[in-house]
């Protein structure tokens, strides 16, 4: 199995970045947010500067955040100061949508994107859209060292929890990435990606799977209700509290889950007093709602944070993390990207991660 750190994207995470790498994570993931975080291609350019083996991706690129050629670009570059090491992952968009008050993309327009992306990163000339008008456009300087590196090859990933998204990642990727919250069968997940993958004639092979999750190394004499625990783990618990709110509330959220409608009206109860302490008006409660995603936890918020919801995690002493990676990586994950919250954080897992179970693993 090889082990990812999900970075929500601030600038100076190449200083965690580096320090996994050495600890012997494989992956850094960089979250695409543009409301939220700092911008992740910058973010990632100096984790790229600053590293030599890591493998460095975005998770998950939204492909209405720029036009397709801003994208390849943008990757490109990456892959310039880190040749070889850097994947595109890409989905229809959670906070990167709904902080503006938007639904996720559709999986058409995704695949769209996904093979403008595709075709740019081969030197191929791409048909792009921009309303009414139709123009056929490339990278202009692939050979040119300054700019750009395309020669080393860029996977696509492709974040998947429904069945079109799912026969998108079987048609047009090299990877799928999951959360893991809304599966209950991966064999049948896989079944859809594989008949999907025949009938554009591509490898019926599993495709290489990524799961992101979130947890905490227990240290000696503490429990799942400490206080560093929640700090580390609990803002990363809501955002599934959160897209309940946009299924029941908001825009919408495309993370494959049932919307429970007594979890939506508790956090829109709670929302609601919130927004009221800050002023915000009614029309911008979504605002309100991301604020603190997988950074922090708004007062109040932590009522949310259930024993349920943290024994879920990857949150446990070593040995009850492994024996959770081992039935994991038996049901087919091949990556796993453990979310941090900020640079303590992702110092204490690094630290006890990389001792407790890489290390153990090895």
Known sequence: MDYGIGIPSYIDAWREVQ?????GFTHAWFYDSQLIYSDVYATMALAAQNTSRIRLGTLVAIPSNRIAPVTASAIATINKLAPGRVILAM???????????????????????????????RGEDVLFREGERERWIRLVHPDHDSFINIK???????????????????????????????????????ATIG???EQAGRSTAKPYTVALSYGCVLRQGESLTSERVMARVGPSIMPVLHA???AGYGPGADLGM??????????????????ETRGTPPDRLYLDVHRGHMVFLKPGEEQFATQQALARSLTGTGPEIIEKLEMMEAAGIDNI?????????ARDLIQDFGREVIAKRA
């Not at 320090?19 to 600890?23: D, M, R, S």
């Open 91 to 121: 989905g229809t968009g959670y906070t990167g949508r709904n902080t503006m008050g938007l639904p996720p993309i559709s999986v058409n327009r995704l695949k769209e994107y996904t093979r403008q992306i595709r075709g740019l990163l």
């Open 258 to 275: 049932r919307p429970d409608p007594e979890t939506a009206e508790a956090y829109n109860a709670y929302i609601q007093e919130y927004a």
């Open 19 to 23: 320090a996994a790498e050495q600890a």
């Open 195 to 197: 008949n999907a993958a």
């Open 152 to 190: 080393d090859p860029i996977p696509i990933y492709l974040a998947a929890n429904g069945p079109r998204a799912l026969e998108a990642v079987g048609e047009l990727a090299d990877g799928w990435v999951t959360t893991l919250r809304a599966r209950s069968n991966l064999e049948n997940d896989y």
């Open 244 to 246: 309940q709110w946009e």
């Open 337 to 345: 990207a453990i979310s941090v919250t900020d640079a303590q954080g």
